[in-house]
Every structure is written in structure tokens, then in C-alpha cells.
């Protein structure tokens, strides 16, 4: 099924399996220097549920053409740029403007205070998008 360019197969696939690596580097690798195990993990049902759903609704404009087509380099590499933009957009909008400005007391923990919580949440959104670049196959242009 495609959609405006968009593998939509495709897209479901490497939007979950890189929200479950996302999980699962941070539950590997939880108290590595300090960093990682910031995710409360399956015993939290709902969490699980709502971040792999985000983890594909996120990769949305990933796949977009207008998007995909202008990121630099191959799939993985495409995909680890788009996780930086994605952390920086979660980092300004989110962290910055919700938890600092707005004083939204569950996102102030990662206002820009800490920076054992910038560096995690930098690679985790990283490796996120290596893995979604890594899987997701875009529509050939003669089929699109």
C-alpha cells in the first residue's frame, strides 16, 4: 500500500522494530556511564503501547518523499540524521518550551538542565533513526 510516495508496509515495520531497538539499547545498556534506563519498560504496558505507536507515527515524515529525497547519504545514514532533527525537535519544543517556559512539571525533568538526559536522549533518537533508515524501503519512482 502506498500513499503519496510513502511504503506504507514498509514504513509500519521499520517504525516499530526501531522503536523496539530504541527500548531495548536503553534496557541493554541501563546504567552504561551513566547513561540509558530512562525507559520504565514492559511492566508498563501502556507506555509500551503509546511509545511504538509514536515510534511509527513519527517516522511519517521520515518516509515522506520531499523529506526522504533531501537528507544526505544512504538509508541508515538518512535515518541517523533524521533521529538527531527528531532529537532536536523533542529537545526545543518539548523539553525547552513545555518543561522550562511552560513549567509542565512531567517534561521538566528533561528540560536542558541535565546533561546525562541530553546525551541519552540524543543517542537513543539516533539509533532510532539508524534503524528506521536501516529497514524502511522507499517506493521505486517508476512504481510511485
Do not use: C, Q, R
Request: proline fraction near 6%; avoid cysteine; hydrophobic fraction near 60%.
Amino acid at each position: 500500500m502506498a500513499i503519496k510516495g510513502i511504503n506504507f508496509k514498509s514504513l509500519l515495520v521499520a517504525g516499530l522494530v526501531a522503536g523496539w531497538m530504541m527500548y531495548f539499547i536503553d534496557h541493554w545498556f541501563a546504567g552504561f556511564i551513566g547513561l540509558f534506563g530512562i525507559f520504565p519498560g514492559p511492566s508498563n504496558w501502556g507506555w509500551m503501547l503509546t511509545h511504538h505507536v509514536e515510534s511509527v507515527i513519527f517516522a511519517i515524515p521520515f518516509a515522506w518523499p520531499a523529506m526522504y529525497n533531501k537528507l544526505p547519504g544512504s538509508g541508515w545514514f538518512k535515518g541517523a540524521v533524521y533521529g538527531f532533527l527528531w532529537w532536536l525537535v523533542f529537545l526545543v519544543i518539548v523539553a525547552l518550551i513545555a518543561g522550562s517556559l511552560l513549567g509542565a512539571k512531567p517534561i521538566a525533568g528533561y528540560a536542558p538542565t541535565s546533561f546525562v538526559l541530553i546525551v541519552n536522549g540524543f543517542l537513543l533518537h539516533v539509533f532510532w533513526g539508524f534503524f528506521l533508515g536501516a529497514l524502511y524501503n522507499p517506493l521505486d519512482e517508476a512504481a510511485a
